[in-house]
C-alpha cells in the first residue's frame, strides 16, 4: 500500500481521452506530476499541439469513430506494450430544449458522450483483462446522469448511460478490473464558459452549498485516488464530487 494515492501512480500508463484541455487535461497533469506515463486522446489538434505538460504526449483520436479508438490503441500496444489505467472523458454538451432537438442533435450527442466512453472502455478493458496485473477504468460520468437538468436532456441521457455502462462493465471485469463513473456537479472549464453567462455562473454558485464551482483539478484529484491502491475497495460506482449539489 503506498504512502499517497499520487504514489501508486508511478509509472503507471495512463490514457485519457478529452485530456487536451479541461478537465481531462488536470487529469493529465495530475498523473504526469506523480510519475506516470500519460497519453491524451482529443480531436482537437491545436489543443494537443499546446499541450505542453512533461510526461505526457498527444495523440489525434475520435472516440466516436470506433477504428479511430481501435487503432489508438494498437499504437499504445507497439509503444508501451500495454496500459493500466484507461480514463474515458471525452464530450460535449449544447444546451436545448428537449422539444426543439433534433434527431442529428441526439444522435451527435450520444455518439460522442455515451459511445465514445463505451469504444475505449471496451479497448482498454480488453487489454486489462488480458494483462497479469489488471488494472482500472473510470468513466466520465456527471450529476446531469443522477437527476434532471432542464436543456441538457440527450446529455443527460448519455451520462445516465455512462453510469450504467460502468456498473455493468465492473461486475463483468471485477475482480481484475475495477470500473467506476466520477460524477461531477458544476466545474468550471471552456465547456462551462461556453453555455454559461457570468450572471448564470453567479447564480449556480448561490445555489450550491459550496457555493462555488470544482476547478478541473479538484476533480482531477478525485480520478488520481480513485485509480490508486487506495481506491482498491472501490468499484461499480457512480463517485460524486458536486460541491453538495445533489443534497
Ligand atoms: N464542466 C462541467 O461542469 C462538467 C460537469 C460534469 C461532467 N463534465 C464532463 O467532463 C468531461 C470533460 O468536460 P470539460 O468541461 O473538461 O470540457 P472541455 O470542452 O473543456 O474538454 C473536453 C475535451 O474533450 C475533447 N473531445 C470532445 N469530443 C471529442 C471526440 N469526439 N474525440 C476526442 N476528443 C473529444 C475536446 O477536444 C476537449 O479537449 C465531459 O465528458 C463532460 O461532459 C463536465
Redesign the pocket.
Known sequence: MSDAPDESSRGKRVVV?????????AIVERFARAGARVVA????KA?LAALDVAGASGQH????DPDSVASAFATLDDEWGGVDVVIA?????SRVGVLDLTPADWQRMLD??LS?VFYVAQEGGRRLMASEAGGVILV?????GITGHPHYAH?NAA?AGVIALAKTMALELAPKVRVNAI??????????RAEYTDEMLAVVNEGLPLKR?AS?DEVARLFVFLASDWGAYITGQAVVIDGGELA
Not at 481521452?17 to 487535461?25: D, E, F
Not at 486522446?41 to 482537437?44: P, Q, V
Not at 472523458?89 to 454538451?93: C, E, V, Y
Request: proline residues 4%; aromatic residues 8%; hydrophobic residues 30%.
Open positions: 481521452t478529452g485530456g487536451a484541455s479541461g478537465i481531462g487535461r486522446f482529443d480531436w482537437d489543443a483520436v475520435d472516440v466516436s472523458n471525452a464530450g460535449i454538451s460522442v458522450n465514445g466520465m460520468g456527471s450529476t446531469n446529455y451520462k460524477c461531477p456537479g458544476y466545474v468550471l472549464t471552456d465547456m462551462q464551482h478541473p
